[in-house]
Each structure stands twice: as structure tokens, then as C-alpha cells.
């Protein structure tokens, strides 16, 4: 049976967590020292490792052999815990299961010894979508846990951990890898801008992969583009010169013949909010915000395309 890259290639241990060092390197350094805390709150944006890294900190807190305090990998404790068998860790979606009897059975569950396991592990996802009778319920334990129990949660009285958005070119190269690793024939453009279209989270560049690799010969920025019905950096700018202009029938011509080439609406809508976004960061703060563009475009042709806008236009 297929598996979806981005589920084949989860990060396993903390050194194979791209673009996140801040926080691996740190828990990595906690387990080592055995300051461990009881409960860890993971933020971020979607795609970034906040499951991931919980799961790795389960096996690191609960492997066998431990390196340095990373997980083996290789143990039967880490092995049960990727395959999903142990019950000493459990993982619970709030989003669906997030009433108060699910969390007094948690509660209730907690106080009791790992039956195979060191530290029983819980792993609440989307821990916004709790009540507040299921987050009532938790802070008993939150505040007097046991021992031997590790939950990787998002409560007040947690160690808090911010997850950043994963830089374009960590992105990139993790792709061009994963590429080489699959005989897929991505080229530095198409990575390029594969990362760029993620935004951030790795595991929608993985995902945008898996829908391009069925493409006949190299995997390029024009076959990606091509694959995924986007207009491109060339013609959202000619579109944008029409709108700047105020030329509506060159506009709705141009938008006539890109849906009809079976172009995506809704990505060409967001790829006119990108460039707008870019232009007004740009006008806003030509220096200062330069880190904040998201590279599609060069700075010449934004500032070529905004020279004469005022800040409101």
C-alpha cells in the first residue's frame, strides 16, 4: 500500500526535525540531564512538528538505550511507540473527543503505573478545542502529576515551546533529499517553489510533492505550476498591472483565458493577495521588512509595480 511521503518520512528522532533546533536541541539536552518536566506545550502553525516532536519526546523519555537523550530508535520501547501498539501512550484528538468525560477518564487513567513503559505519555492535539469543563477536570493533574507521567499537552502550567514556520530554503533542501531518496526528478526551481507555496509547514511541500510526482520527465517550477493549475509569478503580475491600471477589459481577458486553461481560482486569488501583501510590506518598510517578502518576487519589480501607489491604494 502507498504511504504518503510526508507520513513516511516523520521525522523518528530529534536530529531529523527540520528548521526547529531551538526547541530539539533543548529537549533533547532536558531528557539527557533528566530534568524533564511534567507537562510541555507545543504552538505553532499547522505542519511545523508539533506532533512529531511530542511523539519523539515520548520514545526519548522511554527508550531503552538512549544517545545522548534521543531516542534509539531501535529498542522495543521505541519501536511500540512508532508502530502505535503501547497503551502507556495514548493520543487523544480534542477536536473530537475533547468533553469533560474524556477528561476525567484521562484523569482517571493517569494515576495508575505504566504497564510496560517508564513514564506514561499523553498527547492531546488541538488542546484549544478542550471545553472548559475538560480543562477543569485536567488541572488536578496538571498541578499534582504522578511520577511517572509524562503528558505532552497545552495547559497553563505547562513549559511552553513556540514553533516557527519552516524557512523556504530548510524546506527546499529537505525536499531536494526526500526527491533523491525517491528517484523523483525535482529540480532547485521546482523545490523552490514547492517551499515557497507551503508557507511554512513541511508537511504541505510533502504532500504538494506526492501531487506532482506523476508528472511525465522533470518535476521544474513550470510542470509544478502546470500540475497544480497555478498562473505563475509571470502572468499574476501582468494581472496585477491590469488591476493597477484600472484596465478592466484587458483584466477580465486575461482572467478569461487562465480559467479557461483550467487555472485554480481560488490560488490565483491568493497568489494576487501574496504580491499585494509584498508590495505593502515593501512600501511600508523598504529595509526593515525585506525578511518579511516571501520571494517569489524581485525586489526591483515590487518596488517597480508600487513606486507610484500611495500607502492606501
Known amino acids: 500500500m502507498y504511504q504518503a511521503l510526508y507520513r513516511k518520512y516523520r521525522p523518528r528522532?530529534?536530529?531529523?526535525?527540520?528548521?526547529?533546533?531551538?526547541?530539539?536541541?533543548?529537549?533533547?539536552?532536558?531528557?539527557?540531564?533528566?530534568?524533564?518536566?511534567h507537562a510541555y506545550l507545543f504552538t505553532g502553525t499547522r505542519g511545523t512538528g508539533k506532533t512529531t516532536c511530542a511523539r519523539i519526546l515520548a520514545k526519548a523519555v522511554n527508550c531503552q538505550h538512549p544517545v545522548d537523550g534521543a531516542p534509539c530508535c531501535r529498542c522495543d520501547s521505541c519501536r511500540g511507540i512508532d508502530a502505535g501498539t503501547l497503551l502507556d501512550v495514548t493520543e487523544l484528538d480534542a477536536a473530537s473527543n475533547g468533553s469533560v468525560n474524556d477528561a476525567r477518564t484521562l484523569r482517571e487513567e493517569a494515576v495508575y503505573p505504566p504497564s510496560v513503559l517508564k513514564k506514561r505519555v499523553y498527547i492531546i492535539d488541538e488542546v484549544h478545542m478542550l471545553s472548559r469543563d475538560a480543562f477543569n477536570a485536567l488541572l488536578k493533574?496538571?498541578?499534582?502529576?504522578?511520577?511517572?507521567?509524562?503528558?505532552?499537552?497545552?495547559?497553563?502550567?505547562?513549559?511552553?515551546?513556540?514553533?516557527?514556520?519552516?524557512?523556504?530554503?530548510?524546506?527546499?533542501?529537505?525536499?531536494?533529499?526526500?526527491?533523491?531518496?525517491?528517484?523523483?526528478?525535482?529540480?532547485?526551481?521546482?523545490?523552490?517553489?514547492?517551499?515557497?507555496?507551503?508557507?511554512?509547514?513541511?508537511?504541505?511541500?510533502l504532500s504538494l510533492l506526492d501531487q506532482c510526482r506523476a508528472a511525465d520527465g522533470d518535476i521544474d517550477s513550470r510542470t509544478v505550476l502546470d500540475t497544480l493549475g497555478l498562473a505563475g509569478s509571470t502572468q499574476t503580475l501582468q494581472l496585477m498591472r491590469c488591476l493597477l491600471a484600472r484596465n478592466a477589459a484587458d483584466a477580465l481577458t486575461l482572467f478569461d483565458q487562465l480559467y479557461r486553461s483550467g487555472k485554480d481560482v481560488a490560488a490565483l486569488l491568493g497568489e494576487l493577495s501574496d504580491l499585494s501583501r509584498d508590495m505593502t510590506v515593501l512600501k511600508a518598510a523598504p529595509e526593515g521588512g525585506a525578511a518579511l517578502l516571501s520571494g517569489v518576487y524581485d525586489r526591483k519589480t515590487l518596488t517597480e509595480l508600487g513606486r507610484d501607489l500611495p500607502m492606501s491604494r
Open 141 to 205: 493533574i496538571m498541578e499534582e502529576p504522578p511520577e511517572h507521567k509524562v503528558p505532552a499537552t497545552i495547559l497553563s502550567r505547562c513549559q511552553r515551546f513556540s514553533f516557527k514556520r519552516i524557512l523556504p530554503r530548510d524546506a527546499e533542501q529537505q525536499l531536494l533529499k526526500i526527491a533523491a531518496a525517491e528517484d523523483i526528478a525535482l529540480t532547485s526551481d521546482g523545490a523552490e517553489i514547492l517551499a515557497r507555496m507551503a508557507n511554512g509547514a513541511l508537511r504541505d511541500a
Open 13 to 37: 528522532t530529534f536530529s531529523e526535525v527540520v528548521g526547529q533546533s531551538h526547541i530539539t536541541d533543548t529537549l533533547q539536552r532536558q531528557v539527557a540531564e533528566g530534568r524533564v518536566g
